[in-house]
């Protein structure tokens, strides 16, 4: 079974950043199909970021397009969310995302598309 560690979240105020990090127990994370999701309270669990197997070019959401980036360490086996500029409306919860599945990239955003879930972690944004 394969487990996601999360770790970085925190109480920032706007403008402020942050660095989430998320590694997996078993296996090279280039075997995965990799993502981040957030949930706010009451709401959805949302899309914010995915990049495939195959490919070097991440997928963002609108919302975080140009304040988040996506990366991966491979010598360190982990991914990374960067994540600029911070608003209130990205108060959530985070969750890194994997699957070993190949997906399309239509499929990208859809939750349910990936088997292994980090714990999440809290990131707040307020004043």
């Known amino acids: 079974q394969v487990q996601l560690i999360e770790s970085g979240g925190g109480l920032v105020r706007p403008g402020d950043s942050l660095r989430l990090s998320c590694a997996p127990s078993?296996?090279?994370?280039?075997?995965?199909?990799m993502a981040w999701f957030r949930q706010a309270p009451g709401k959805d669990r949302e899309f914010v970021v995915a990049?495939?197997?195959?490919?070097?070019?991440?997928s963002y959401a609108d919302s975080v397009k140009g304040r988040f980036t996506f990366s991966r360490d491979t010598a360190k086996n982990t991914m990374y969310l960067q994540m600029n500029n911070l608003n209130s409306e990205d108060t959530a919860v985070y969750y890194c995302?994997?699957?070993?599945?190949?997906?399309?990239?239509?499929?990208?955003?859809?939750?349910?598309?990936?088997?292994?879930w980090g714990q999440g972690t809290q990131v707040t944004v307020s004043s």
């Open positions: 995302a994997a699957t070993d599945r190949g997906l399309i990239t239509s499929s990208l955003r859809t939750v349910s598309n990936y088997d292994y």
């Open positions: 078993t296996r090279t994370i280039r075997t995965y199909t």
């Open positions: 990049l495939k197997q195959t490919s070097g070019m991440p």
